[in-house]
């Protein structure tokens, strides 16, 4: 019996049960009614009729799938299906009572199938009706416990499962809002077993087709050490289903930041984050190297108060420095960075908040005269390339003079470390801003090879920052919790992400580790479409792109490239203690060449002579090219 309710499923055995007494019940009223007309049928045909009727008629109901249907699901189309197998298996059975008893009414056949399939999908209706009721108030009475699907079926789902039942159980724990109804795994040896009492349904494939038939309120995917490409994969499908999406950490979240042993993974469970999209695992770095490089230095951070600036500031911090300097002409954000930093660490922490323009050659002496910093990180720049097209000057003056500014104070006061932060836009750049920030790294590779004093010359380089201010995260953010269209400038375009923290943690690993000299290059993993960035995130909203938040293509704004890249043709790799942090070929740089070509471009600049500087501009970064001439040979490439 054991063996039986497992195969078939204990619904499937009631639904046929009482499909055999409706088409008995049918039978026994039939022949009552035409026995009053003179056209019943004898006792002993009756029994045989009745016999070979349900046995027919339940087998033709599983032939049709009648039994395969959730009650929740029913439709019109499994009414259908219902009606094809009682009519097939009365059919059968009156066929087969002909044959062997030689007389069989007709009009008793018919009246008999009709009556049977009027009961049986008037018992579906009734029956569906009080299930939906049911189901109805249960969720009434207990709405915070949403039905929950959970996505894996380990060790991890196991932990997880066992901390909801027994905050179920606990009288004193706190409401938990999961039901837990279903389990997925690949593992097709689990399917048809239970996991703490909760059924493994089916695989990551059918995610969707399960969510739709169970009607989950919400997913929590539960592999933590889920390599990149499958969590992105499986991430992918869950995002597609139009409910929210939790998540518990990465294992190596768990492992090495979970200290608190009362944190339980009940707890750590949190909402789908965009990173948790980008296919890789978070960047792990090495704390000693980067705590032996900061400990009791006087650290500078320009832009310190912008998203890359104000986290460096944060995690110099936590390294014991000697001396914090923040400088920043944007007052606002310095103030903001100060007040946060005074009120975790109070008098703990030597801070100096200065405001002053790098650009200003004369009040950034004055700084480095008066603190002496070991250690400069360069992160002040201006780097909206729309905005740069229109105010070219301005990238020029504030990126390539306020580098060079920088940079060769920082050499004259023999700082220990100058560390440039650079974008892949510097890379075959097409635009006035990303030329600036290749500019920069000639300044830097430039100072290093000429060997005048002590400071080493580190240069990063990372693709778009996720979060960070006027990046699209939070413009299609503003997008979707306005109501509007989320913009996206054109449909194949795709760039490289990384999080605040993972790039402060390569500036400061690269600066720990560098040289001098180096362009340090992060494996990022696969590069992201924006509008598949777009149409998840809207789906983190609870929303269906194109049908709740429409897309709309804008565009590709003035020197915008459609792909970004890390490298250049020259460059070539070279491995790091870190697998993950690539050192790019330090390109030569005639000197002589190059101080004129910069001369030319500063002398323009201070002129505001924007056609002139330009032009110098485009013969400084010989590998600076139009927007539309890049993008004409990417596309041609990826159509060829």
């Known amino acids: 019996m054991k063996e039986l309710v497992k195969k078939f499923q204990f619904r499937k055995i009631v639904l046929a049960v009482a499909d055999g007494f409706i088409v008995v019940i049918?039978?026994?009223?039939?022949?009552?009614?035409?026995?009053?007309?003179?056209?019943?049928?004898?006792?002993?045909?009756?029994?045989?009729?009745?016999?070979?009727?349900?046995?027919?008629?339940?087998?033709?109901?599983?032939?049709?799938?009648?039994?395969?249907?959730?009650?929740?699901?029913?439709?019109?189309?499994?009414?259908?299906?219902?009606?094809?197998?009682?009519?097939?298996?009365?059919?059968?059975?009156?066929?087969?009572?002909?044959?062997?008893?030689?007389?069989?009414?007709?009009?008793?056949?018919?009246?008999?199938?009709?009556?049977?399939?009027?009961?049986?999908?008037?018992?579906?209706?009734?029956?569906?009706?009080?299930?939906?009721?049911?189901?109805?108030?249960?969720?009434?009475?207990?709405?915070?416990?949403?039905?929950?699907?959970?996505?894996?079926?380990?060790?991890?789902?196991?932990?997880?499962?066992?901390?909801?039942?027994?905050?179920?159980?606990?009288?004193?724990?706190?409401?938990?809002?999961?039901?837990?109804?279903?389990?997925?795994?690949?593992?097709?040896?689990?399917?048809?077993?239970?996991?703490?009492?909760?059924?493994?349904?089916?695989?990551?494939?059918?995610?969707?087709?399960?969510?739709?038939?169970?009607?989950?309120?919400?997913?929590?995917?539960?592999?933590?050490?889920?390599?990149?490409?499958?969590?992105?994969?499986?991430?992918?499908?869950?995002?597609?289903?139009?409910?929210?999406?939790?998540?518990?950490?990465?294992?190596?979240?768990?492992?090495?930041?979970?200290?608190?042993?009362?944190q339980t993974l009940l707890n750590q469970i949190h909402d789908i984050k965009v990173e948790d999209l980008l296919g890789r695992e978070p960047i792990k770095f090495d704390n000693a190297d980067i705590r032996s490089f900061i400990r009791g230095k006087v650290c500078m951070v320009t832009g310190g108060g912008g998203s890359i600036g104000s986290e460096l500031v944060r995690q110099i911090t936590k390294y014991t420095p000697k001396q914090i300097i923040i400088v920043d002409i944007y007052?606002?954000?310095?103030?903001?960075?100060?007040?946060?930093?005074?009120?975790?660490?109070?008098?703990?922490?030597?801070?100096?908040?200065?405001?002053?323009?790098?650009?200003?050659?004369?009040?950034?002496?004055?700084?480095?005269?008066?603190?002496?910093?070991?250690?400069?990180?360069?992160?002040?720049?201006?780097?909206?390339?729309?905005?740069?097209?229109?105010?070219?000057?301005?990238?020029?003056?504030?990126?390539?003079?306020?580098?060079?500014?920088?940079?060769?104070?920082?050499q004259y006061y023999n700082a220990e470390k100058f560390v440039m932060i650079s974008t892949d836009k510097a890379v075959n750049p097409t635009n006035v801003m990303g030329a600036s920030k290749r500019c920069c790294e000639m300044i830097i590779q430039y100072l290093s090879q000429t060997h005048d004093g002590r400071t080493e010359f580190v240069t990063t380089r990372f693709g778009n920052v996720l979060g960070s201010n006027g990046s699209v995260i939070p413009l299609f953010k503003r997008q979707i919790e306005q109501g509007k269209p989320v913009t996206v400038t054109h449909p194949d375009i795709i760039r490289y992400f990384m999080t605040i923290p993972e790039a402060v943690s390569l500036v400061m690993e690269a600066a720990a580790i560098a040289d001098g000299g180096e362009i340090f290059v992060l494996d990022m993993g696969k590069p992201v479409r924006i509008v598949a960035l777009a149409e998840n995130l809207i789906r983190m909203y609870g929303k269906r792109p194109y049908k709740d938040v429409d897309i709309v293509f804008t565009g590709l704004r003035p020197g915008e490239k459609i792909k970004e890249e890390l490298l250049m043709n020259e460059e070539g790799l070279r491995k790091t203690t870190n697998k993950l942090i690539f050192i790019g070929k330090q390109i030569e740089i005639d000197a002589k060449q190059f101080l004129k070509k910069l001369d030319e471009l500063r002398n323009a600049a201070e002129q505001n002579n924007e056609e002139i500087a330009v032009q110098a501009l485009h013969d400084m970064v010989p590998t600076y090219v139009t927007p539309e001439e890049f993008n004409q040979k990417v596309l041609v490439k990826a159509t060829g």
């Open 331 to 410: 007052e606002n954000n310095a103030y903001d960075i100060q007040q946060e930093l005074r009120m975790e660490y109070g008098s703990d922490l030597d801070l100096v908040t200065l405001i002053a323009s790098v650009r200003d050659y004369f009040r950034m002496n004055q700084i480095f005269d008066k603190y002496h910093p070991d250690i400069v990180f360069h992160a002040a720049a201006h780097k909206h390339v729309p905005l740069m097209e229109d105010s070219p000057m301005e990238a020029i003056k504030n990126n390539v003079i306020g580098t060079f500014n920088t940079a060769t104070l920082a």
């Open 26 to 262: 049918a039978a026994l009223l039939s022949n009552f009614v035409l026995t009053e007309f003179g056209y019943g049928i004898t006792q002993h045909n009756m029994v045989i009729s009745i016999t070979v009727s349900v046995f027919c008629c339940v087998a033709a109901q599983f032939m049709f799938g009648a039994y395969s249907k959730l009650w929740r699901d029913f439709n019109a189309k499994d009414y259908l299906s219902c009606v094809y197998g009682i009519a097939t298996g009365v059919l059968a059975a009156s066929i087969f009572v002909y044959v062997i008893r030689g007389n069989l009414p007709v009009l008793y056949a018919v009246l008999h199938g009709v009556t049977a399939i009027i009961g049986v999908c008037l018992f579906r209706f009734a029956f569906k009706q009080t299930f939906v009721e049911l189901i109805s108030c249960g969720r009434n009475e207990a709405k915070k416990n949403k039905l929950t699907m959970i996505v894996g079926g380990g060790q991890a789902a196991n932990m997880l499962l066992g901390e909801i039942l027994h905050a179920q159980k606990c009288p004193n724990q706190t409401e938990v809002p999961y039901l837990p109804v279903c389990v997925i795994d690949d593992d097709t040896s689990k399917i048809g077993t239970k996991l703490r009492g909760v059924p493994i349904v089916g695989t990551t494939s059918e995610i969707k087709k399960y969510v739709e038939q169970m009607h989950i309120e919400q997913i929590i995917f539960a592999i933590p050490s889920c390599l990149e490409d499958e969590r992105k994969r499986i991430l992918d499908i869950c995002a597609k289903t139009d409910v929210p999406v939790k998540v518990i950490p990465f294992i190596s979240d768990l492992i090495f930041e979970n200290t608190d042993s009362k």
